[in-house]
């Protein structure tokens, strides 16, 4: 039977093969678009990298769509999804509702702790995602202070996907020095020649570790094999055999992917769609260039007759033999026919193809809006950003921050930071999903919103003739669904029992007024009733 160890190379030679089709597609983008790295020049730390870039407009949409999908997807100081259960019934449980609000804040509470770097890497990995098409962050268990994240480059990694597309095997190689090692593994479990540097402080060597699903998984284990992923490491020059072995109940390295080919496993970025425009607009910036600079400091033409001998081109020169006897001038600039207006126009079309790659224009409409827009007007555009987004944006919920935060509740239910939960919950086998509310997910239900400001209108005047026209509506609930959709906080909404109790009060009121506006009336019709009384009972005793 083939050792375990050769399996594991083996695999991650045939992932690292695959990689390598993708190398210099990688380091022709960050070499053009973003000047972090590149693939495989690897620069010096601190070394001069944009030598490639003459425009910047490809860098500066990256960095914007970076910062825009960060803000969409997940936005920092919202509380952009909730926890909730597939079986409705157990929602209306108060101590479940209460259970999973606290588990969300918990949640919320150590991803955006100051020492996770949740913020700051899930941008590098949007910037990642822009730029490569595939983003791939570490989700580690620090026991002393909740979880730690990390963007990593696609270089450190390569990936496989299981038989419905998905990202289930990642293979990493890292660097590290003997100590480092010593400190990870143990003295014992290190081979000969990493023992043998433990005095050498500056020597690395370069280990790989090997994420994959189990085919021995066997939940009621304890040990490595009782989890749903394993983990093996072992040294990537000449390591004969598995430093050490362990394994994770969630994947502790989601992958995302801007999106994917047929047949291709890693995705494709906005970048690589028009990568043509963004060399083509570089080459363009340094034509505008020359030919700026020529214009402004033209060469010249002169006669060959042997008079001048050298021109003076600084201010107040004097060059004698510059005109000959008639007053012609003998030296000219060199005119090359080329118009810089129609270059501009040119390098102006190709930039804006750039930026509606990365949706600039898109955002920037969003920021110009007019100060004043109605409120359909409003929904309008959340909707149209909302279809244009929504692939995207989809993705990375999908592949990125659902596993993500399955591995966040995964790694505070084994450190026992999450509270008891409730005995229905518990039953239901604590079947909890994520219900995402950020501005993404608000755009696409604004044609919820869209839809009902167009009813309003398209009825509001039948209803001047048949006002119970709008007794279709109802207002109350519309109202709290327009507010979730645009986002307003919950805090400044009253529940439907304290609104209701409004009302009652309202009516109460309403009731009493009329009481009190009734009372002359009820009062003088009673007056009048016991005088006729006393009338009628004067008239009898007569009779």
């Not at 730029?131 to 480059?153: C, K, N, V, W």
């Not at 990936?159 to 100590?179: M, N």
Request: charged content about 25%.
């Amino acid at each position: 039977m083939e050792p375990l160890i050769s399996k594991l190379k083996q695999r991650y030679a045939t992932m690292l093969g695959e990689r390598a089709q993708w190398e210099s597609h990688w380091s022709e983008i960050e070499r053009r678009v973003s000047p972090r790295g590149d693939v495989l020049r690897r620069p010096a730390v601190g070394g001069r990298r944009t030598e490639y870039i003459f425009e910047s407009t490809a860098t500066l949409g990256l960095e914007r769509f970076a910062a825009a999908m960060v803000g969409l997807v997940a936005p920092q100081g919202q509380r952009w999804h909730t926890l909730t259960t597939t079986d409705r019934r157990l929602m209306a449980d108060i101590q479940v509702q209460r259970y999973l609000e606290e588990v969300n804040d918990l949640l919320f509470d150590y991803r955006y702790s100051a020492s996770s770097g949740f913020s700051t890497n899930l941008f590098e990995c949007m910037i990642q995602l822009g730029s490569l098409g595939t983003a791939p962050i570490y989700i580690e268990d620090q026991p002393a202070s909740g979880i730690s994240y990390r963007a990593m480059h696609i270089t450190e990694c390569c990936i496989d996907v299981d038989h419905q597309g998905r990202v289930d095997t990642v293979g990493r190689e890292f660097d590290w020095t003997a100590r480092q090692a010593k400190q990870k593994w143990g003295i014992e479990a290190l081979p000969r020649q990493v023992r043998e540097a433990l005095d050498k402080p500056d020597r690395k060597f370069t280990f790989c570790q090997m994420i994959a699903p189990r085919a021995d998984y066997d939940p009621n284990r304890m040990d490595a094999k009782g989890k749903r992923w394993g983990s093996w490491f072992w040294l990537k020059d000449s390591g004969d055999a598995i430093i050490a072995e362990g394994g994770f109940n969630t994947m502790p390295i989601p992958v995302a992917r801007y999106t994917t080919a047929p047949r291709e496993n890693y995705g494709r970025s906005p970048a690589m769609m028009v990568l043509p425009d963004i060399k083509m607009i570089n080459e363009m910036a340094k034509t505008v260039i020359r030919s700026a600079h020529r214009n402004l400091d033209p060469p010249l033409l002169t006669a060959d007759d042997g008079v001048l001998t050298r021109i003076q081109t600084r201010p107040g020169a004097i060059n004698i033999g510059g005109l000959n006897s008639r007053g012609d001038q003998m030296v000219r600039p060199l005119q090359t026919g080329g118009s810089l207006p129609e270059a501009l126009e040119l390098q102006a079309q190709t930039r804006q193809t750039i930026k509606d790659a990365f949706f600039v224009s898109l955002f920037q409409s969003l920021v110009d809006a007019p100060d004043r827009m109605t409120a359909t007007e409003v929904l309008e555009r959340m909707r149209e950003r909302g279809v244009l987004l929504a692939p995207a944006a989809g993705r990375i919920e999908t592949e990125l921050l659902e596993p993500l935060i399955t591995r966040e509740l995964d790694i505070h239910a084994r450190a026992g930071r999450l509270p008891p939960m409730p005995e229905a919950l518990a039953r239901a086998g604590g079947d909890v999903k994520v219900v995402y509310q950020n501005p993404m997910s608000r755009a696409a239900k604004a044609e919820e919103a869209t839809g009902f400001f167009q009813l309003v209108n398209a009825i509001t005047p039948l209803a001047a003739s048949e006002p119970e026209i709008l007794d279709a509506l109802d207002m109350p609930a519309a109202v709290r669904g327009i507010a979730s959709i645009i986002g307003v906080p919950a805090r400044w909404m009253r529940s439907v029992e304290e609104a209701k109790a409004r009302a009652d009060q309202r009516t109460q009121a309403a009731q009493v007024q009329q009481l009190a506006a009734a009372a002359p009336a009820v009062a003088g019709a009673t007056l009048d009733l016991a005088r006729a009384e006393q009338l009628g009972g004067g008239l009898e005793a007569v009779i």
